[in-house]
């Protein structure tokens, strides 16, 4: 049992969580945040915080032809997703989080493709 001298708190050390394994479980076992922290007995919010440490790492793009597939997705009335996708591969190229979809967006997107994979 440890306590806070600054502020008297008590609390009890454990295994530290590790982010990698978090990452895992989140990516792979399909688990949401509440079942991560009952798993892991901690808050949601520091379950987020191990995601976020995760560090991702992005291949180098090569130049190559590609079909792109756009289309935005909404969870409520302020909050979408929209995805360009590869259509040969299937692979996910690039993502914003939105609140609206506008074609800005998409021009932003395209833009943005050409100058990750030079194919101007």
């Avoid at 990452?23 to 808050?43: P, R």
């Avoid at 690039?94 to 395209?110: D, M």
């Amino acid at each position: 049992m440890y306590k806070c001298h600054a502020c008297g708190k008590q609390f009890i050390g454990g295994d530290r969580i590790n982010p990698e394994q978090i990452w895992q479980e989140y990516l792979e076992g399909k688990q949401t945040l509440v079942q991560l922290s009952n798993k892991h007995s901690c808050s949601v919010r520091t379950i987020q915080r191990k995601l976020n440490q995760h560090k991702i790492e992005f291949a180098n793009k090569s130049a190559r032809q590609v079909i792109i597939l756009m289309d935005t997705t909404y969870w409520g009335r302020n909050f979408g997703v929209i995805l360009f996708k590869d259509g040969y591969t299937k692979e996910n190229l690039l993502k914003y989080y939105v609140k609206t979809e506008t074609n800005k967006l998409y021009k932003k997107g395209i833009a943005e493709l050409i100058s990750i994979f030079c194919l101007a």
